[in-house]
T-cell receptor, first 111, second 115 residues
Framework: GQQLNQSPQSMFIQEGEDVSMNCTSS?????WLWYKQDPGEGPVLLIA?????ELTSNGRLTAQFGITRKDSFLNISASIPSDVGIYFC???????????FGQGTRLTINP | DGGITQSPKYLFRKEGQNVTLSCEQN?????MYWYRQDPGQGLRLIYY???????QKGDIAEGYSVSREKKESFPLTVTSAQKNPTAFYLC??????????????FGPGTRLTVT
């Protein structure tokens, strides 16, 4: 069953605004991944996190591995139209081999 | 360029027919995966393979079958036993071991419609 809670489910923002989304779980994770999916395409890996407290940036994107190891956050600064899409978190629970995926956050930007 | 290819992009079938989706990668990855994506849901794992001629069931394997005869190829067959086959199917691959082995890279997907 679903082990990751991703929020918000959707966001409607103005171009130039900052964006924040997160994933939480009751389980402890060893790995957090953030993906972006454009309509009709496969997800693209944005950021990978491997240590509690780790903060990693990829351009205007910044992701953090929560210190409790049960959550992760993704921030997008100064959003632009090409940021539109669905953002997924994925993680590996401690002791497991497979990834579990959040349900996604759909980002819509008004120009 | 290295990457994962899936073909075809769109596939239409009549109910009761088996259909095979292709997935090829030239990333030299050992592990390959098949996921199913339905609207508003996260990705659900169907099957995965870590080595040629071996594969394991994921969370929703019923009604699906796979083969792994070559390292580069991992085709998925959607059988007539799958009750609700219409979905977007994604193939992914990763290295097998080491700290980055959980970074999965996805193909462009195949949208299957069964009527």
């Amino acid at each position: 069953g679903q082990q990751l809670n991703q929020s918000p489910q959707s966001m409607f923002i103005q171009e130039g605004e900052d964006v924040s989304m997160n994933c939480t779980s009751s389980s402890i994770f060893n790995t957090w991944l953030w993906y972006k999916q454009d309509p009709g395409e496969g997800p693209v890996l944005l950021i990978a996190l491997y240590k509690a407290g780790e903060l990693t940036s990829n351009g205007r994107l910044t992701a953090q591995f929560g210190i409790t190891r049960k959550d992760s956050f993704l921030n997008i600064s100064a959003s632009i139209p090409s940021d539109v899409g669905i953002y997924f978190c994925a993680g590996r629970i401690q002791g497991a081999q497979k990834l579990v995926f959040g349900q996604g956050t759909r980002l819509t930007i008004n120009p | 360029d290295g990457g994962i290819t899936q073909s075809p992009k769109y596939l239409f079938r009549k109910e009761g027919q088996n259909v095979t989706l292709s997935c090829e990668q030239n990333l030299n990855h050992d592990a390959m995966y098949w996921y199913r994506q339905d609207p508003g849901q996260g990705l659900r794992l169907i099957y995965y393979s870590q080595i040629v001629n071996d594969f394991q069931k994921g969370d929703i394997a019923e009604g699906y079958s796979v083969s792994r005869e070559k390292k580069e190829s991992f085709p998925l067959t959607v059988t007539s036993a799958q009750k609700n086959p219409t979905a977007f199917y994604l193939c992914a691959s990763s290295i097998l071991a080491g700290p980055y082995s959980y970074e999965q890279y996805f193909g462009p997907g195949t949208r299957l419609t069964v009527t």
